[in-house]
């Protein structure tokens, strides 16, 4: 008598529960289900930001944490881009935007467009250099009597007066270059060469476009503040450096709870701006910025994927519909799948409590891996009663035929995502436990509520199974000829291989996250207009400082490194040695006090006019030769004037010269009444700047921010690299955007790189255990090894890079390829324990095994993994349409390499009759 082992009474008493209560393991399925997603729906958070994805304990990332503590997460505001070819029409739409989206305190915390000049009015001297106020002081000594005179009578008599008597001295010029702001001559060897040309010539320019008809007034003193006024040009708006961009910086109230916490307000922005294009039809605007890129992000995500959903689930169904004659079977396989599902969310939300943007996906994942289960187990299942059995012999025979390979494929999939936990990334870890723990939820379920299905169903009516395969079929007999030649297949296959092999260093791998993105994405295109336009973007790296000294001297570092386009701090608003300066302008006050201009506008002395023009075009052919102008052009002016005037009537030239006149006196009067306004400035401290500048560059605790712009752009990984090379060479402790960019993908991708590996390791030891032979656990991994390295052959052929996120078929490829072969391999040590080890002359009785339903559910469970994963190359969103791509690619050369090359070389090992 046969001795029965404890495999067998186990086997037995298993099968007697699931036949004897079918409708109780169901319903507590279906109980645990509904107390799942119950206790889910309580309890179950989500977390969008990135930087739930790293340890809270990397340093970089604690710095990050200390500085957004310190000056608050408003600083990552979204960013309204204006473009307007009227740059007057682009601030009034700025202005109606920005008092629009004021109103809205639902969803706007705070806009900012412009920095507020008034504040600065009255200070505008302090922002001058010691040495430039010394060097007025000594200029309205020298020259009061010049000044004097044109303030009595100011015309172009008296103007050109006194540059023809100061000819020969350098007062003028250096009145004009220094008090006025025109350009400074450069040093001359001649000490009598003091006309400042370029003023002179600038004004007569000027007369003779006023003759011909001009009306534009362009002012030739050039401002004196030149440095200090780039702080509040365009009234404080915030404008490109090429005058194309207007930008405001919206602060968005954020809803934490919801996966586009920033949606809301970008939703308002959006509305709002569209709702102005009838007013403003010549501007277009868009918004962008680091809360806008991840929200545009995640709605394109989330459109993409339900729409991927509706036709991975449409695809799966035409294949049942094909290759299953009754779809009971199947159905009741995706049922099992949907319980198992929910069981995986109530443990993670037991475990983890908490989603992010990657864990999200893990659904995604159960449905294409778990399902693969239960396609081996119906289509077993279905051989079994097609070949004559009843229920319990059949449900007998299918454990034993394929729970091995079942269990074995399940324990190595779900030790794939398991061995992510020693992965140095947090968002990985969680998905790799996530995806593990569900993938042996659905092991269970499949191994367990499936058979009780079947059960039920064929208690409930009569079960016919499955169409039995003719014998002899084409394909069959086909396949068999295919099995008859093993070496020419071996050989395309190791052709291909090694063809791939080759292609392998080409395989490149892509950092540029916009390049994830949708094409079209309205916050990508504004996002590239910002870099293509501005020597900003809206990433910037982030340096502290404790003092204005230190502060100071990190600006300057910063300043002469070659990644950095620009600093922006509070510095240039907190002018230095402010004591010294307010003595020297306390000393200013007598010296312009007198001076007030006469009445406007004072008549024009033509005849005087061209007489001193003659004299003054005399004098010219003296001088020597000098950078700026030659005074061989400058009489050419004069020419040109002389000339018009001689061929006008005398009344249009007297009326056009006054007109300019009037202009250019009043600009003048302007800019001096401006000196003797600004004699009394109050000193400018951090306390007393405005709370808008304050609550951006100055901390909670009084530290001080510099925001340091890339040259380069930095979404590309070698710009970045260097950038925050470069940040850190003078701050170890900078931080912002692009420092936790970098360290964040190159985590990522180690950890995607070290979690393959892991996976790797792990299965080659769990298949070692299960055969208990190094030759079949080789065997196991021919499809995993050929079909990876054709994979990558296919990526480089078809020009696809390896990019942030279809790194995850790193650990999903080990897991599903090995599976494959797996199963191959049990089906194989089966029919050689049935038919006992075959020689070389009987190796041909193995053919018809890819034939049954081991290859067919092979066949079936790739094509289903292919089907959901490849639904992704609908999306919109680059990042997913790459990882339903290379998903694609990997698992149909894996199943390929299943069906062709094992096969062949199990057939060509049992042609010399070795054993498996």
């Not at 007057?88 to 935007?97: D, I, P, Q, T």
């Not at 600065?120 to 009597?145: C, G, I, P």
């Not at 400058?634 to 009037?662: C, G, M, N, P, Y």
């Not at 712009?709 to 931080?735: G, H, M, N, Y």
Request: glycine share 6%.
């Amino acid at each position: 008598m046969r001795r029965v082992s404890w495999k067998e009474n186990l086997l037995e008493t298993f099968l007697g529960i699931i036949e004897r209560h079918p409708r109780v393991l169901i319903a507590a399925a279906f109980l645990l289900a509904f107390l799942s997603l119950f206790y889910t729906a309580r309890f179950l958070t989500f977390k969008t930001n990135r930087n739930d994805l790293v340890s809270p304990q990397r340093e970089y990332n604690q710095i990050y944490l200390r500085y957004q503590e310190e000056f608050g997460k408003e600083l990552d505001s979204l960013v309204v881009v204006v473009e307007s070819p009227d740059i007057e029409r682009g601030k009034a739409f700025v202005l109606r935007l920005a008092r629009m989206l004021e109103k809205d305190r639902a969803h706007i915390k705070e806009v900012i467009y412009r920095i507020d000049p008034g504040y600065f009015r009255d200070k505008a001297l302090l922002y001058l250099s010691l040495a430039d106020l010394e060097e007025l002081r000594s200029q309205l000594k020298t020259h009061r009597d010049f000044l004097q005179a044109l303030v009595r009578r100011p015309t172009l008599n008296t103007l050109f007066a006194q540059i023809n008597r100061k000819a020969s001295s350098k007062a003028v010029s250096t009145l004009i270059s220094g008090l006025l702001g025109a350009p400074k001559p450069a040093p001359s060897s001649s000490e009598d060469s003091s006309i400042d040309l370029g003023f002179v010539q600038a004004v007569l320019r000027q007369m003779n476009a006023y003759l011909q008809g001009s009306t534009t007034f362009v002012s030739p003193w050039e401002t004196f503040f030149v440095t200090e006024k780039k702080q509040i040009t365009h009234d404080g708006f915030y404008v490109s450096e090429n005058e194309k961009l207007l930008f405001l910086l919206v602060s968005p109230v954020e809803k934490q709870e919801s996966f586009t916490p920033a949606g809301a307000a970008l939703a308002r922005i959006r509305r709002d701006i569209a709702a102005l294009r009838a007013e403003f039809p010549e501007v277009q605007a868009g918004v962008t910025g680091t809360p806008a890129l991840a929200a545009d992000e995640m709605a394109i995500t989330k459109h993409d994927t339900m729409i991927a959903s509706l036709v991975s689930l449409l695809g799966i169904g035409i294949l049942f519909a094909l290759v299953f004659r009754r779809m009971h079977g199947p159905l009741y396989a995706l049922l099992t799948l949907l319980l198992a599902i929910a069981w995986s969310f109530g443990f993670l939300t037991l475990t983890i409590g908490s989603l992010n943007v990657l864990t999200v996906v893990f659904t995604t994942i159960l449905i294409g891996l778990g399902i693969d289960f239960g396609i081996h187990f119906i289509s077993r299942y279905n051989e079994e009663r097609a070949g004559g059995k009843n229920m319990h012999e059949a449900l007998e025979a299918t454990f034993r035929g394929t729970s091995a390979g079942i269990i074995t494929g399940g324990l190595t999939t779900s030790l794939a995502f398991y061995t992510t936990v020693l992965a140095d990334f947090r968002g990985i870890n969680e998905l790799g436990f996530i995806a593990g723990s569900g993938i042996l939820l659905c092991l269970l379920a499949m191994l367990t509520i499936l058979p009780a299905f079947l059960v039920l169903k064929e208690q409930r009516r009569k079960y016919s199974g499955e169409r039995v395969e003719k014998k002899g079929g084409r394909g069959r007999r086909l396949c068999e000829r295919f099995l008859l030649y093993p070496r020419p297949v071996l050989m395309v296959g190791g052709l291909l291989t090694l063809l791939s092999l080759f292609a392998l260093p080409r395989l490149s791998f892509d950092y540029n996250l916009l390049n994830l993105q949708a094409h079209g994405t309205e916050s990508v295109e504004y996002e590239r207009k910002i870099l293509q336009n501005s020597a900003r973007s809206t990433w910037f790296g982030v340096v502290i400082a404790d003092s204005l000294d230190e502060a100071r001297r990190k600006k300057a570092l910063l300043e002469a490194l070659p990644s950095v386009s620009k600093v922006e701090s509070i510095l240039p608003l907190i002018p230095q040695e402010q004591e010294k300066k307010l003595r020297l302008l306390q000393g200013l006050r007598p010296l312009l006090a007198p001076l007030s201009f006469a009445s406007f506008p004072a008549e024009l002395d033509l005849p005087a006019l061209v007489s001193t023009l003659e004299k003054l075009k005399f004098k010219l052919r003296s001088r020597k030769k000098r950078s700026g102008p030659t005074p061989a052009e400058v009489r050419q002016e004069i020419d040109r004037f002389l000339s018009r005037v001689e061929q006008a009537e005398e009344t249009q030239v007297v009326a056009a010269l006054t007109t300019f006149q009037k202009a250019l006196f009043q600009d003048f009067q302007d800019k001096l009444r401006f000196l003797q306004d600004h004699l009394h400035p109050s000193p400018v401290t951090l306390a007393t700047l405005p709370p808008q500048l304050r609550k951006r560059f100055i901390g909670r605790s009084g530290r001080l921010l510099l925001q340091v712009f890339p040259k380069e752009d930095i979404w590309e990984r070698k710009f970045l690299t260097a950038f925050v090379a470069d940040l850190r060479s003078v701050d170890p402790q900078a931080t912002g955007a692009p420092i936790q960019v970098y360290e964040s993908s190159r985590l990522m991708k180690e950890g995607f790189e070290e979690a393959g590996l892991y996976a790797l390791l792990a299965i080659i030891v769990l298949t070692l255990l299960d055969f208990r032979s190094p030759r079949s656990a080789l065997f196991s991994l021919v499809p995993l090894g050929v079909g990876a390295s054709w994979m990558a052959g296919l990526m480089v052929l078809f020009g696809v890079q390896f990019n942030l996120a279809n790194l995850l078929v790193l650990p999903l490829i080990v897991g599903i390829g090995v599976d494959n072969g797996i199963h191959i391999l049990h089906r194989y040590r089966e029919e050689e324990r049935e038919n006992g080890q075959a020689g070389p002359r009987h190796w041909e009785r193995y053919t018809p095994c890819i034939l049954k339903s081991t290859g067919k559910a092979v066949t079936i469970s790739s094509l289903t993994t292919m089907l959901g994963f490849g639904s992704l190359m609908v999306a919109k969103h680059q990042g997913i349409f790459s990882l339903g791509l290379v998903l694609t690619l990997g698992i149909g050369s894996i199943l390929v390499a299943s069906l062709t090359v094992l096969p062949a070389l199990i057939h060509y090992w049992l042609q010399k009759g070795w054993r498996l």
